[in-house]
């Protein structure tokens, strides 16, 4: 699927790992702002049964705000949900055999801090690559640190969308779009600021 980049959705928004009551009324009015491309379901530690159950109702609110619903680590799940698609990483299902599970549907990989590992991702025909971590991040340990030259440097090699991610907050996350990442993946500075409420900390990022 061709992924289209427009300058004012530049967000690749990442669910929290538990979802709460409240979850579902932050994410509308998260997405009604419209800066937001990719919605990415990511749990931990939660049966099939329940991702599914959680999965079909974001599915309906991305729909409603126009949102790619995407799914974690779990093609199997996408396909049940009809999601537009499944976000994979290094550890995960091979993305020959995602591909076979999801068809034609969008499948993104991460490639950590490596162009090497990118390169085979795009020989693969992924369909968007996610470069990480640029910052520390609260919500996933950092093993791999990414730094802007490494987006200059894939630039020059890749056509198809890059994502950046790793602790990315409004005091970061314009130098990252100035050096043309085309999406920004984000999810603690959204879900867990102790500071502001979810629709308050996505209005920062302008």
């Known amino acids: 699927m061709k992924i289209t980049n427009s300058k004012k959705k530049f967000i690749y928004l990442i669910s929290p790992i538990h979802i709460k009551s409240?979850?579902?009324k932050d994410l509308r009015e998260v997405l009604s702002l419209n800066k937001t491309e990719f919605f990415q379901l990511r749990l931990k530690n939660v049966s099939s049964k329940k991702k599914i159950l959680i999965g079909k109702k974001v599915k309906k609110i991305c729909k409603f705000f126009k949102v790619k619903f995407l799914v974690n680590d779990d093609p199997i799940v996408a396909k049940k949900v009809n999601a537009d698609g499944c976000h994979l990483g290094q550890k995960d299902m091979n993305i020959l055999k995602a591909r076979k599970i999801i068809g034609k549907k969008i499948i993104g990989i991460t490639c950590h801090?490596?162009?090497?590992?990118?390169?085979?991702?795009i020989k693969n025909q992924a369909d968007y690559i996610a470069f990480g971590a640029f910052?520390?991040?609260?919500?996933?340990k950092v093993k791999f640190k990414a730094n802007i030259k490494l987006i200059n440097k894939?630039?020059?090699l890749i056509k198809i969308p890059i994502v950046a991610i790793g602790g990315?907050?409004?005091k970061n996350y314009n130098k990252l779009l100035l050096n043309k990442?085309?999406?920004?993946?984000?999810s603690g500075y959204i879900w867990n600021n102790k500071k502001l409420k979810p629709i308050d900390a996505i209005k920062k990022l302008k």
């Open 22 to 24: 409240n979850f579902y």
């Open 113 to 121: 801090n490596s162009i090497k590992l990118a390169k085979v991702a």
């Open 135 to 140: 910052n520390s991040s609260k919500t996933k």
């Open 154 to 156: 894939a630039k020059k």
């Open 168 to 170: 990315i907050n409004d």
């Open 181 to 186: 990442v085309n999406f920004l993946a984000i």
